[in-house]
């Protein structure tokens, strides 16, 4: 499956924006989806997640109830919803797949990865 990232951007602090990640080559219904951010000097970090069934979702604890995961199988496209963004958000944002069952929050474990969307929120 092959991904690719968009939707970044620059917004003011208390923003919104929302990223996608359209895939090709496979049904993403195939994939648990994860979302990692990396800022400058820091190591990837998990974000979020949605497993394969779409039943279940997990966030960081640094996004929870700001963040969240959806995805559209008509479009093949999951979502990275973010809400009231703050400067500490501000990274290159990259979307990954995997076939490991369950919550999975490592980047070890995710076998495909989009090529990153930079988000700037300024205070």
């Known amino acids: 499956v092959q991904l690719q990232a968009s939707g970044g951007g620059v917004v003011q602090a208390g923003g919104s924006l929302r990223l996608s990640c359209a895939a090709s080559?496979?049904?993403?219904?195939?994939?648990?989806m994860g979302w990692f951010r990396q800022a400058p000097g820091k190591e990837r970090e998990f974000v979020s997640m949605?497993?394969?069934?779409?039943?279940?979702?997990y966030d960081a604890d640094s996004v929870k109830g700001r963040f969240s995961t959806a995805r559209d199988n008509a479009k093949n496209t999951v979502y990275l919803q973010m809400n009231s963004l703050k400067p500490e958000d501000t990274a290159i944002y990259y979307c990954?797949?995997?076939?490991?069952?369950?919550?999975?929050?490592?980047?070890?474990?995710?076998?495909?990865w989009g090529q990153g969307t930079q988000v700037t929120v300024s205070s």
């Open positions: 990954a797949a995997t076939t490991v069952v369950g919550i999975v929050t490592t980047a070890d474990q995710y076998f495909h």
């Open positions: 080559g496979r049904s993403l219904r195939n994939y648990a």
């Open positions: 949605l497993t394969r069934s779409a039943r279940s979702s």
